[in-house]
């Protein structure tokens, strides 16, 4: 597989998102999972993505016995800190109780998931979101001290301003900003974060490109989602929005088409084309899915067929917020 650089990492250019492995999206196989890791890897993908709070720990667990099967050199492992969780205990499941990205939580948060993924170093660290009572200068300060110990090589930030971001990388380099993107979502472009990377030499790593599964069209009606699955809470799978945000997939369906790919692959193409800095992370559990998403990268869109799609899918076209309320103030900030 082609790769791309993130500051100082060298990565695949498809990234694998990991979190619905174990977190959000329904029912998880672990079995299945492994299957996943297993062939992202024989493919020739080496750039993993997860977080502390996707389970919690979970994933990380999941990814920690991935990992102790392969030479920890040939993979790229990004994690995310930056929520205050509850502990587990007796019958009590860890819980998510609001952000936290004060330097004690870094540190905790750090060595935590050092033990659970079975490594060394963390590749890239992330700030999951930013924690509006703790300045980031000194969120960034403690990574960077992480950096210093040997325990990170390079440090990215998520869903942050674009004037956070310059505040960041005044105090250590940002490897990587992470941010959704997609053909229905493309407020980076907008908001000031995709110029403010590309001003700064920092790489842009799009989660959800394909719409959290909507894109590809195998969602039709809410019934195809399991019941405990998150989306159901998201404003963009619900009513009258479900309902517009189907005439978008279907038009990604005659394109891909008219192309002879898939919606997938025509919408992860799309991404990739956006620019050499960006290194998307489409998630998946099947192996199936998986093996679909890859072939996107024998999709070649011309500049021409780049910005006809683009025209196609305008800011704004997908009908709904993409979080709920409480989960947008904790964006852009």
Known sequence: METRRLGSLEVSSLGLGCMGMSYAYGPTDEAESLRVLHRYFELGGRFLDTAEVYGPYANEELLGRFLSELPREQIVVATKFGFRITPAGGDV???????????????????????????????????????????????????????????????????????TLRRAHRVHPISALQSEYSLWTRDVEGNGILAACRELGIGFVPYSPLGRGFITGAITKPEDLDPSDWRHTNPRFQAEAFARNTALAAEVRRRAGDRRCTPAQLALAWVLAQGADIVPIPGTKRVKYLEDNLGAMEVHLMPAEARELADAFPPGAAAGERYQPAMLEMVNL
């Open 93 to 163: 499941s860890a819980t998510i109780r609001g952000v936290d990205g004060s330097p004690a939580n870094a540190r905790r948060a750090c060595d935590a998931s050092l033990h659970r993924l079975g490594v060394g170093v963390i590749d890239l660290f992330y700030l999951h979101r930013v924690d509006p009572a703790v300045p980031i200068e000194d969120s960034v300060g403690a990574m960077a001290e992480l950096v210093q110990a040997g325990k990170v090589r390079a440090l990215g930030l998520s869903e942050c301003s674009a004037e």
